[in-house]
């Protein structure tokens, strides 16, 4: 079940991407070639990420990665954080200029140090903090756009905000460091509760989108 619904995030996120790459084409607004490529990575990742549930099998919760898991969910890590980098950088690029670039330095410091922590499994108390300031930062930046516009534009910035929150708890209940936050939760919820969060961000998000900001 739970690999079925992430097939289906990933075509949900492919057809996203499309949508928003043939918008790039038509309003030459390279803002939307970064968010098409924001989904277009985290695609790639993702294949990365179930050869490591799904077939190759992942440690007991808390244990480290070794071997084959630890090299490809690096992988997925660098990969997944370069599509969240793609992101921000558009973001503070062109809307948010006076973050000077913050959430996008932030991005990079928190990938090497979750790989790090693929290894000791004891730096938990640093990455979270690091991680909590990367995910948060997009939602936050949307409600800042929110507050900052009116009408049509303030209420998709607010569904594009909530996306955002979802696509990232699609993100946090399934990672290696953040599952052992949520193991209370049991494993049929982290097998299906993460991918269902994605689905359902990727449609707000198309929709949040669809009035330019």
């Not at 098409?36 to 992942?58: D, N, P, Q, T, W």
């Not at 000077?100 to 499994?121: E, L, Q």
């Not at 993460?194 to 900001?213: D, E, N, S």
Request: charged share 10%; proline share 5%.
């Amino acid at each position: 079940m739970g690999l079925t619904l992430w097939i289906i995030s990933i075509i949900a996120m492919a057809l996203v991407g499309i949508w928003f790459l043939n918008d790039y084409r038509k309003t030459k607004n390279i803002f939307f070639f970064w968010i098409s490529l924001f989904f277009f990575l985290f695609i790639i990742a993702r294949c990365f990420r179930l050869v490591v549930r799904y077939y190759i099998g992942e440690p007991p919760v808390g244990q480290p990665l070794t071997g084959d898991a630890f090299i490809l969910e690096s992988i997925y890590t660098v990969i997944s954080f370069l599509g969240l980098f793609s992101v921000y950088f558009a973001l503070e690029k062109t809307l948010v200029k006076k973050s000077h670039f913050f959430f996008s330095i932030v991005v990079w410091i928190t990938c090497i140090i979750s790989i790090i922590d693929f290894i000791t499994r004891n730096l938990l108390w640093l990455t979270l903090p690091f991680f909590v300031i990367t995910v948060l930062g997009l939602p936050l930046i949307f409600l800042y756009l929110a507050a900052k516009s009116s009408g049509q534009v303030r209420k998709n910035s607010i569904i594009v905000a909530i996306g955002a929150v979802l696509f990232i708890l699609g993100i946090a209940f399934d990672i290696p460091d953040g599952r052992p936050l949520f193991i209370i939760l049991g494993e049929p919820v982290l097998e299906i509760v993460p991918p269902l969060l994605q689905i359902i961000a990727c449609v707000m998000l198309w929709k949040g989108f669809q009035t330019k900001m």
